[in-house]
């Protein structure tokens, strides 16, 4: 039995402290020195003050904001022991609603989501929750339709919010992978960045 | 579906095959023991273990070594998992891992499923996500492509009596294949926005002035490993979806490429091997169709978008988007669902359950399959070369010819022990379903009424059997119930296939090799590569085509008719 057993015990131990600490260990110190922003994670600060990462979707609810897709985020419920609460944009519980496509709870959801936006033809992205619950981006077309809603309640023309728009419209990566989108926070940002 | 669509896929199924090429002849170079550049190291590792790495092993002494590999990485990983609370490298204080979760995670680490029952973000330690589960992701796909070497080995020339050293394959491949892929692969990932540190997650005050936690960690290195191995278990809880660990659409194009470049190389060094290239190319044609048709029907599925949701005035612009990311784009999501279940792999960048019934039909088949198309790192490889000893015995079976397979004669010893592997994962798939939807204890986990339900049941086992560790997620799966049963389905899968492909692999060795005469059945033209993805879709698919029809099949006709549940 030794004989099978020693080298298993020998070569997983090595490797484990090769590939599992001294390897990973000096990636990190690498990755710090070359990409410091990135690895760290792209972290927003404002005032000093950490206000999020660029690459995370964060929650806006006032109407002087452009607001991001719906988040099945949770947390902990404060008042029941072992349950949680909805919490959208949870950063430190990334989650998606995992309704399946014949699920009535999520038909219901994606009818108020139609009707909050205001009805008509309703882009897909503002009905539904991500895969994440942290997804930065909104499409095109569901950013057009609170230009009108953002305006409003800043007092500023609607040319003026949809010309915002247009400046933070990301197109596909290299003109072909992807979709384009807008990331909502640095649009958020630039628009409270408007005096 | 659009034009642009199909661009994306294509270039990126073009990538790989490209780079299959020139890693198929550095694969088979590592496997002759021809690179060396980290020769001091390999060496104090065979010191360690008091091993000859010249010495050849036979297919017992070879599985034993393999079996042994797999035991000592799954004591270390559950230690680590229960004591990570003492263990430093822990700057949020978590707890041990519960003793369920942390047996059915190293089960799953070590069989390379990756299932799991967790999130990375609220569970594991640094130290656990690097010294305990990347050091898996490594050493569960070094243990597939060692197997796979031996098995092409057995077909390399006549009367062999040895298949090689399995430690001598085991390290190499982890030290000169999957490092280096690594390395260069993850330094990339940081690039485009993983995050590498150990630093503690971050406190950030939003614009709205609520107070959220960002949670960081050494991930990019570890997505690199956990795509290059097939693993395919995420730093975070929403694996590729989560921004941090899918940031962009060229993120996650590298990550189909790496997922798919390493098995579909090794189809081309199996041609190597057996020093017949076109045995490989044949081979590489029939992953690469099955993917190709699978990614069409997902891609159409969810591009129809969801016909209730559309009635009720969303935009059929954009198709089905729950569950999804707005950054990747239909098709990319398309490539990769049909890429990670074709592959072993796993990852997902967008949630299965959420999938119209169709689209969440092909992850399910795909892996009920065998996961051959082209399969995890090795065991892709050695579960098609099965399917084909199954192929050319059916086509014996039509001619009435002993058939042979690269000059070696096939056969009943080698059919009845190919069925017995192939067998092993209806058996688990099909059983373990079959009790867990008439217990009241299981059924508690489902989510979704309706044939959803017996989808997200069915699945958690197909994924579990077939060491995916995609899931439908709605599945409660951390309870005692689903952890222990998808842990033995998870052994199941992986080693009670290992071992009579190995008994294959040691009977065909032994065999003389045969020239090839005129009455030789060719294995490399269309006409095989028909055959051989016909006996896939049809011996390795009819068993679930019943459970099929009353889980998805059942919903989109249920769907259709307006009804939801």
Redesign the interface.
Known sequence: MTT?????????????L????A??LA??G???V??PA??????IERDG?????A????????DR?FHP?PSATTEADPDKAGSTRAAP????????????????A??DA??DR?AAFG???????A?????????????P?NAAGQVARVARARGLPAARVAALVTEHMQA???G????P?VNV?RL??AL?AIR | MTLIGWAQIALVLAAIVAAAIPLARYIAAVAAGRVTFLAPLERAIYAAGGIDPARGMGWKAYTLAMLAANLAGFLVLYAILRLQGVLPFNPQGFDGVSPWLAFNTAISFVTNTNWQAYSGEATMSYLSQMAGLSVQNFLSAATGIALALALCRAFAAGGLKDLGNFWADFVRMALYLLLPLSVVVGLAFVAMGMPQTLAAYAEATTLEGATRTIPLGPAAFQIAIKHLGTNGGGFFGANSAHPFEGPSALAASLQIWSQQVIPFALALTFGRIVRDIRQGWALLAVMLVVVVAGTWIVYAAEAGGNPLHLAAGVDPAMGNMEGKEVRFGLALDALFVATTTGASCGAVNLMHDSLMPLGGLVPLFLIQLGEVLPGGVGSGLYGMIVFVLLAVFVAGLMVGRTPEYLGKKVQAREIKLAMLAVLVLPAAILGFTAVSVVLPVAMSSIQEKGPHGLTEMLYAYTSAAGNNGSAFGGLAADTPWMNTTLGIAMALGRFAYIVPMMAIAGSIAAKPKLAASTGTFPTHGPLFVGLLAGVILILGGLQFMPALALGPVAEHFVLAAGKTF
């Open positions: 099978i057993l020693r080298p298993a015990i020998g070569v997983v131990l090595l490797l484990t090769f590939l599992g600490l390897v990973p990636f990190t690498i990755a710090g070359v990409f990135q690895a760290s994670g792209r972290l003050k950490v206000i999020g990462s690459l995370l979707g964060q929650n806006f609810t006032l904001y897709r944009y949870n950063a430190a519980a990334s989650a998606a609603s995992q309704l399946g496509p014949s699920s009535e999520l038909l994606v009818k139609v009805g008509g033809s309703v882009p897909a992205d009905a539904t929750a991500s895969g994440s619950g942290l997804d930065p981006h909104i499409s077309e596909r990566e290299f072909l992978l992807g979709e989108r926070l958020n940002l409270d």
